[in-house]
């Protein structure tokens, strides 16, 4: 008798950082239709943790170009800080190789486009941007209510995204790399550990139907932001607590929050405003179903950080891209989902630094303009 195996992707990761080694972990012994053939990070140190904690056939490359020509990959996971994403799926595209990528593509428009343009070029390559909120067993559930209606017509969202204080100052020193709070946290519900909200607004709102012209799917955005607890970041024009309001073309109206100065832990929570009834993803954000009871009143335990959920959204995303490439099955995400998300998340970041609305243009671009409103500039 023989027996059928099903095939498997060999897969090499490259970046080893705080999402890397969580993703080195599931890729090497959570992932069944995975074969990780190599993982790669230019800094010292990192051969050690590979050989440390991976299989002894996982072979490290301290260069991402040896990496992807050598290591025998079909495809890539890119892992790397978000400054040097757009230049690794463009080498890995060239050799031919499949890409997944964590978000954001890059931090401006520009770049951000061509990357999705060269990936269109290539059909015959899958490239995966999972915004890891489309990932997540709550929000998917509640996409079901939306899709079979009996939420009526969803006309607006209200997300949130909330990340605890942290006194080493990362927030500070991680500012000038990240493109500001609604590029880094925005994405996410802006553009990155959050920048799963604007784009979690898009997957509940239909927001590509009855568009005045084809391209134009957003009309305007306003954004304005606080430094609450770390004045330091107004050096960088950054803020830690941030609000943006999207009026999309067809009238739906998404209301993002984002901030860094929570103190009992990480909460996101999403609300779908629907004509026949509303639907709350995640309201407490409690890290399970235990309370106390007691002279202080009820209490829960807080979900301590984004990356506790990432041990369930990271086993999903991967299986969802190896089905894609091994099996030809759809992605629940798109490249031009990371672009229009990108495009909200710019024009709202340019918003809080301006003091201004942003219109968006008939191609769909956002007008960044400077000016002189009550003292802002
Ligand atoms: N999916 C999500 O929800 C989510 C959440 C947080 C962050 N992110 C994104 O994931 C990415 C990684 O975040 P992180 O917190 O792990 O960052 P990190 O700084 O901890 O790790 C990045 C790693 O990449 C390595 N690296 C940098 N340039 C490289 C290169 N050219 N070749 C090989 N290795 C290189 C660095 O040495 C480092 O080890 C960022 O773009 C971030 O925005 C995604």
Do not use: D, E
């Given at each position: 008798m023989t027996m059928v195996t099903s095939p498997r992707l060999k897969l090499a990761l490259i970046g080893l950082g705080r999402l890397g080694t969580l993703r080195a972990r599931i890729l090497a012994f959570q992932q069944p239709r995975i074969e990780l053939v190599a993982v790669c990070d230019t800094k010292p140190g990192a051969k050690k943790w590979a050989a440390t904690n991976l299989p002894s056939n996982v072979r490290f490359f301290a260069d991402p170009e040896d990496c992807m020509r050598n290591s025998g990959a079909e495809a890539v996971l890119i892992s790397t800080a978000t400054a040097t994403h757009a230049a690794l799926i463009c080498m890995a595209l060239d050799l031919d190789l499949h890409v997944m990528c964590e978000k954001p593509i890059s931090i401006d428009i520009v770049t951000t486009a061509e990357v999705v343009n060269k990936a269109a070029s290539k059909p015959h390559l899958k490239f995966l941007l999972p915004f890891s909120r489309r990932y997540d067993e709550s929000h998917r559930e509640a996409k079901l209510l939306v899709d079979n209606g009996s939420l009526g017509q969803i006309h607006a969202v209200e997300t949130t995204c909330y990340d605890k204080q942290d006194d080493s100052g990362f927030w500070v020193t991680f500012s000038p790399q990240s493109g500001g709070i609604f590029v880094d946290a925005g994405i996410h519900i802006f553009l990155t550990a959050t920048s799963s909200q604007i784009d979690i607004g898009r997957y509940f709102l239909d927001?590509?139907?009855?568009?005045?012209?084809?391209?134009?799917?957003?009309n305007r955005v306003v954004a304005m932001g606080q430094q609450a607890v770390y004045p330091d970041l107004a050096k960088h024009g950054d803020c830690d607590a941030a609000w943006g309001l999207v009026e999309f073309s067809n009238g739906k109206i998404l209301n993002v929050h984002v901030a860094r100065t929570l103190t009992n832990g990480f909460e996101s929570t999403t609300r779908l405003f629907g004509t026949k009834g509303h639907s709350i993803v995640n309201g407490n954000s409690a890290a399970n179903r235990v309370e106390v009871r007691d002279a202080w009143g009820v209490r829960t335990a807080t979900t301590p950080d984004a990356f506790t959920l990432y041990d369930r959204t990271f086993v999903s995303d991967i299986a969802e891209f190896a089905a894609a490439v091994l099996d030809g099955m759809p992605l629940s995400c798109l490249p031009q989902d990371a672009y229009e998300a990108g495009k909200i998340a710019c024009a709202l970041q340019h918003s809080v630094r301006v003091g201004l609305p942003v219109y968006f243009d008939d191609e769909g671009l956002p007008v960044l303009e400077t000016g002189q409103v009550n003292g802002h500039r």
């Open positions: 927001v590509a139907s009855n568009l005045p012209s084809p391209r134009k799917q957003v």
